[in-house]
């Protein structure tokens, strides 16, 4: 991985900081993309220690669309090849709330930041093929139902029903995608890192804050759900390989509604207009 230049979203802490503690001990040039700038700094200089490419720290919230476009140029600026995107900062909320684009937070945060951080580098991407863009979803997305007139929960929410949603989406922008690129040498996979001891259930229900404190001792650590990032980035094993669903290595079928390609072809054309992007992959 050395010279190359690999992008972690949600960087700061469990498998995002994980997967860069390991590239980076692979040589890379990592660049993690944060919220809080302490927690950031803190991992900058975890991985620092780890390898000879270099690292560095950009601060953003994802839920803001103008928090990604900012992120983007900065990228861009600084950036003239991406090697490797990895689409992974993420939440799950108890209670619906909006962002400052007055969208639902757990849609906009784990779908569209997503959608648009990707479609914004796109062009980078295809200079800088080949190139692997990888993006973290959840098995959750198996409860996933695509409801039209509720994608901001607008009638009724549940953060689980709002979470599979998300990661349903997750699915369904990855075949998309790479159904658009096909050709370019830029490919586009997703995976599930398995139930992993992090801090993510702390903005859930108060049930599943309980649960994740009751069974963390049989959940994975950070590194190993961080496996088959790290392996999707990297290895010569998955070259050219694109619109597939990985766990533990493994091409895993997903779920009926995730390759429903009318639904993903509209779920599109929806995230275009919600995140205000008049042109992306075609």
Known sequence: MKGKTCIITGASSGIGKAAALELASRGADVVLVCRDAARGDVAMREVASRGGGTVELLIA????QSEIRRVASEILA?????DVLVNNAGGIFGQRQLTPDGLELTFALNHLAYFLLSSLLLDRFRASAPA????????AHHIGRLDWDN????????????YGLSKLSNVLFTY???????????????????AVATNFAATGTTMMQTFSRLFKPLLRTPERGADTIVWLASSPEVEGLTGKFFMDRKDTRSSRLSH???AARRLWDESARLVRLESAAS
């Not at 692997?132 to 098995?139: D, E, F, M, P």
């Open 132 to 139: 692997r863009i990888i993006n973290v979803t959840s098995g």
């Open 78 to 82: 600084k950036h003239p090849r991406i």
């Open 61 to 64: 919230d994802l839920a803001a």
């Open 151 to 162: 994608l901001q929960g607008e009638k009724s929410y549940s953060s689980m029903r709002a």
């Open 260 to 262: 429903d390609e009318e």
């Open 176 to 194: 998309e995608l790479a159904r658009r690129l096909a050709g370019t040498g830029v490919t586009v996979n997703c995976m599930h890192p398995g």
